[in-house]
């Protein structure tokens, strides 16, 4: 049980595009959801926090409009990288958690999704 | 504020030797820890986690870890490692309002 799915595990697009990444969690309803951003060889650094039927909560120094977030339902969220640029190239990682009983602070995780802007 | 310290960014080990990755935390209030995994380009497999009861937490892979509060310390171990244990182990805190934090990563590279 517990699992969580993204999509598409790997995208390459050009500069000045958008990209959308899903995140869904398979068998569990999620009303918490996080997006992560990783370097390569660095750890998770949290973007946002999002809630199902509310806007998300954005760290600092994240910008909102660049990285929309959506979370539309109790199993989907959705990250819009916006008018994206190399610098945005990165590994993301979604988490959802499971409320209720012992694993309500825990943490499931997606496989990621390895963004390259040329 | 909570933070968490992993004290080695890396940890080279031959295969069948045992294994300890440290992780230091601090926090003002009571904390559930946890032990990640990652595998190259794949996202977070949970490992353990220690929530309360027991200080000693068993998880999967031959791994567990023991809680220490007085010494603020999440210890990671397993007696006998193997060539698939080499991956990045992330250790992270959580007080209870979902946002966990993590660690900078301990990276165990196991060498046959």
């Known amino acids: 049980g517990a699992v969580v799915s993204q999509h598409p595990s790997w995208v390459i697009c050009k500069s000045g595009t958008s990209v959308k990444i899903e995140c869904r969690s398979l068998d569990f309803q999620a009303t918490t959801m996080f997006w992560y951003r990783q370097f390569p060889k660095q750890s998770l650094m949290l973007m946002a926090t999002s809630n199902e039927g509310s806007k998300a909560t954005y760290e600092q120094g994240v910008e909102k409009d660049k990285f929309l977030i959506n979370h539309a339902s109790l199993t989907l969220s959705t990250l819009t990288v916006t008018s994206a640029h190399p610098e945005d190239s990165s590994f993301y990682i979604c988490s959802a958690s499971s409320p209720g009983g012992a694993d309500t602070d825990t943490q499931y995780f997606g496989p990621g999704t390895r963004l390259t802007v040329l | 504020a909570q933070s968490v310290t992993q004290l080695d960014s890396q940890v080279p080990v031959f295969e069948e030797a045992p294994v300890e990755l440290r992780c230091n935390y601090s926090?003002?209030?009571?904390?559930?820890l946890f032990w990640y995994v990652q595998y190259p380009n794949q996202g977070l497999q949970l490992l353990l986690k220690y929530l309360s009861g027991s200080t000693l937490v068993k998880g999967i892979n031959g791994f567990e870890a023991e809680f220490n509060k007085s010494q603020t310390s999440f210890h990671l171990r397993k007696p006998s490692v193997h060539i698939s244990d080499t991956a990045e182990y992330f250790c992270a805190v959580n007080t209870g309002g979902f946002k966990t934090i993590f660690g900078a990563g301990t990276r165990l590279f196991v060498k046959a």
């Open positions: 926090s003002s209030v009571s904390v559930y």
